[in-house]
């Protein structure tokens, strides 16, 4: 199984919901990661989870809260949004290293409203 | 911070003609990665080359490393109306990080 799997597929949310994005793998990776990208640009890399613990942070909001409850498991639990936030954020998963092939899914469309 | 910077930006082709993208980076590295992303989905990986090598084959994929320039290009060759996609180089940034060049869209016609 070389799937990653995230749901929803899409999400509307408002300014005041709070809501979590949904990743999981079983392939036995054990760094996962958050991505979000805009229209017509790369994904920009938000945390990396490395064997269920938070080793990178990219400066995130705080807004956006992430989440390893197990080693096939990511979550990423949204707050007090904002509509600039609206985007396709990806989870990932590879070996550890950065020279690994990565798995992603196929990405959660966001709109705050 | 991003590291690649690809071009041309846009590439429209014929089916059945090549296709090639490049990509250039900033710092030293020891491997780079090639990813394709359909319209709104996910990102595929399509190959990796490492720093020693020159170049790298995969089915109709063909890509070249020059270290000495940090510089990648992406061929496809006969390409078809399926590999219409947006192409991205990836370059790690440290031991877990990786970070996306700008990206190629390209548009074949069948």
């Known amino acids: 199984d070389t799937e990653v799997t995230q749901t929803p597929k899409h999400l509307v949310m408002g300014m005041t919901n709070k809501k979590s994005l949904k990743c999981e793998q079983h392939?036995?990776?054990?760094?996962m990661y958050w991505y979000k990208q805009k229209a017509k640009k790369p994904p920009e890399l938000m945390f990396v989870?490395?064997?269920?613990?938070?080793?990178i942070n990219e400066s995130v909001p705080s807004r956006f809260s992430p989440e390893c409850p197990n080693s096939s498991l990511l979550n990423l639990h949204l707050h007090a949004l904002q509509p600039e936030d609206s985007a396709l954020y990806l989870c990932?998963?590879?070996?550890?290293?950065?020279?690994?092939?990565?798995?992603f899914g196929q990405g959660t469309r966001l709109t705050v409203v | 911070s991003q590291q690649g910077e690809e071009d041309p930006q846009a590439l429209s082709i014929q089916e059945g003609e090549n296709a090639t993208m490049n990509c250039s980076y900033k710092t030293s590295i020891n491997n780079l990665q090639w990813y394709r992303q359909n319209s709104g989905r996910g990102l595929v990986h399509l190959i990796l080359?490492?720093?020693?090598?020159r170049e790298k084959h995969s089915g109709r994929l063909r890509v070249t490393l020059d270290t000495s320039k940090k510089s990648s290009s992406l061929l496809i060759t006969a390409s078809r109306a399926a590999d219409t996609a947006s192409y991205f180089c990836?370059?790690?940034?440290?031991?877990?990080?990786?970070?996306f060049g700008t990206g190629t869209k390209l548009q074949v016609i069948p």
């Open positions: 990932a998963s590879s070996q550890e290293y950065s020279g690994s092939e990565a798995f």
């Open positions: 392939m036995g990776h054990r760094a």
């Open positions: 989870y490395s064997y269920e613990k938070l080793s």
């Open positions: 990836a370059t790690p940034l440290g031991y877990q990080k990786v970070t």
């Open positions: 080359i490492r720093s020693n090598e």
